[in-house]
């Protein structure tokens, strides 16, 4: 596994690293531009692929990124701000796209 080179803190977006999987590929760095390319083309990619991306929570370009490109709950956001998120509605088991896996 080849790791291409990283340039050190986030990008525009709040993204640190962002990487594709696949299995008949080898990992490739990505940004968070071509996160929302992946994310985009359903029919272009296997089953068996997908990103890993760590946003930097202290940026408030990220929580911009990721309510604008991703289906997440908002008990997600609500954890990050100290506001109680309810028991009976855990925010876990979410894939790529905010849904439940």
Avoid: K
């Avoid at 490739?28 to 071509?34: G, K, M, P, V, Y």
């Avoid at 709950?73 to 905010?98: I, K, Q």
């Amino acid at each position: 596994m080849r790791i291409g080179e990283h340039i050190y803190g986030p990008d525009q977006h709040g993204l640190i690293w962002g990487y594709r999987f696949g299995r008949e590929r080898a990992v490739e760095t990505i940004d968070s531009e071509a996160a929302l390319g992946f994310l985009a083309s359903t029919e272009q990619r296997g089953a068996s692929e997908f990103v890993w991306l760590h946003f930097s929570l202290a940026n408030s370009a990220s929580e911009a990124w990721l309510r604008s490109n991703l289906q997440l709950p908002e008990a997600f956001f609500e954890s990050r701000t100290g506001r109680a998120v309810p028991a009976a509605e855990p925010a876990t088991g979410l894939d790529c796209r905010g849904r439940r896996a």
